[in-house]
């Protein structure tokens, strides 16, 4: 099967998901978006107003932040996936609970197979913990500790890159971590530029091992 149809089909799942008790008040679940062949993945926290409205992610304040972000290192929305630790709407926008995440892990996990990023960048500390410390293997010791680095772990058997950073929510009304993001994406867009440089340095010996052999 191809890549659009396995995502095809687990956006069947989450929509019909009943795994926890987010399926009750949803209107719709939100699955993730952007591009299956990208290096580079987000993973937020769990949708809002907004986003349980449109099925979208990041669509709402905290959304358009994000985008300014993507854009202030001249990345697209498309050009990269984003999804959340939980696909559903927890209620009064309370943060998600671990039985939460933990049922939704399944559909994480399949999107970060199915993606196979070389780097995820983790908004805020659900996710960071999520992925750092429970996938990763590594101690979470919270957000405003661990942002601002790099994280080398093994995920489903793949080397992965992980930077957590704050939510965008976080820096709406707030100056300091609105100062931290910004610094943080700064050190997305190197370590991003050197994994695609370095994709297309592989390429090229390749083919020039292919004409070699010819
Ligand atoms: N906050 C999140 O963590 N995710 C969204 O999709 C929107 C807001």
Same mark, same amino acid.
């Given at each position: 099967?191809?890549?659009?149809?396995?995502?095809?089909?687990?956006?069947?799942?989450?929509?019909?998901?009943?795994?926890?008790?987010?399926?009750?008040?949803?209107?719709?679940?939100?699955?993730?978006?952007?591009?299956?062949?990208?290096?580079?993945?987000?993973?937020?926290?769990?949708?809002?107003?907004?986003?349980?409205?449109?099925?979208?992610?990041?669509?709402?304040? %905290?959304?358009?932040?994000?985008?300014?972000?993507?854009?202030?290192?001249?990345?697209?929305?498309?050009?990269?996936?984003?999804?959340?630790?939980?696909?559903?709407?927890?209620?009064?926008?309370?943060?998600?609970?671990?039985?939460? &995440?933990?049922?939704?892990?399944?559909?994480?996990?399949?999107?970060?197979?199915?993606?196979?990023?070389?780097?995820?960048?983790?908004?805020?500390?659900? %996710?960071?913990?999520?992925?750092?410390?429970?996938?990763?293997?590594?101690?979470?010791?919270?957000?405003?500790?661990?942002?601002?680095?790099?994280?080398?772990?093994?995920?489903?058997?793949?080397?992965?890159?992980?930077?957590?950073?704050?939510?965008?929510?976080?820096?709406?009304?707030?100056?300091?971590?609105?100062?931290?993001?910004?610094?943080?994406?700064?050190? &997305?867009?190197?370590?991003?530029?050197?994994?695609?440089?370095?994709?297309?340095?592989?390429?090229?010996?390749?083919?020039?091992?292919?004409?070699?052999?010819?």
């Amino acid at each position: 099967m191809d890549k659009n149809a396995v995502w095809s089909e687990l956006v069947l799942e989450i929509s019909s998901c009943r795994k926890c008790r987010l399926a009750e008040n949803r209107t719709r679940a939100v699955p993730g978006e952007g591009s299956l062949d990208t290096k580079i993945m987000f993973i937020g926290e769990a949708p809002g107003r907004s986003e349980d409205e449109a099925g979208r992610p990041f669509v709402g304040a %905290a959304g358009k932040l994000l985008s300014e972000l993507l854009q202030s290192i001249n990345l697209r929305r498309e050009n990269v996936f984003i999804t959340n630790v939980v696909k559903c709407r927890p209620p009064e926008n309370r943060d998600p609970l671990e039985d939460e &995440i933990r049922s939704c892990s399944y559909f994480t996990n399949s999107i970060i197979q199915l993606i196979q990023p070389s780097l995820i960048v983790t908004l805020g500390n659900h %996710a960071g913990r999520y992925v750092i410390e429970v996938l990763g293997g590594i101690r979470w010791y919270g957000v405003s500790r661990m942002r601002g680095n790099v994280y080398e772990v093994t995920l489903f058997g793949r080397k992965t890159l992980v930077i957590p950073t704050y939510h965008p929510a976080a820096a709406l009304y707030n100056p300091a971590p609105k100062k931290a993001l910004e610094e943080d994406f700064k050190l &997305i867009a190197t370590r991003y530029k050197e994994l695609t440089e370095n994709e297309v340095k592989a390429k090229e010996r390749r083919k020039t091992l292919l004409d070699f052999m010819r």
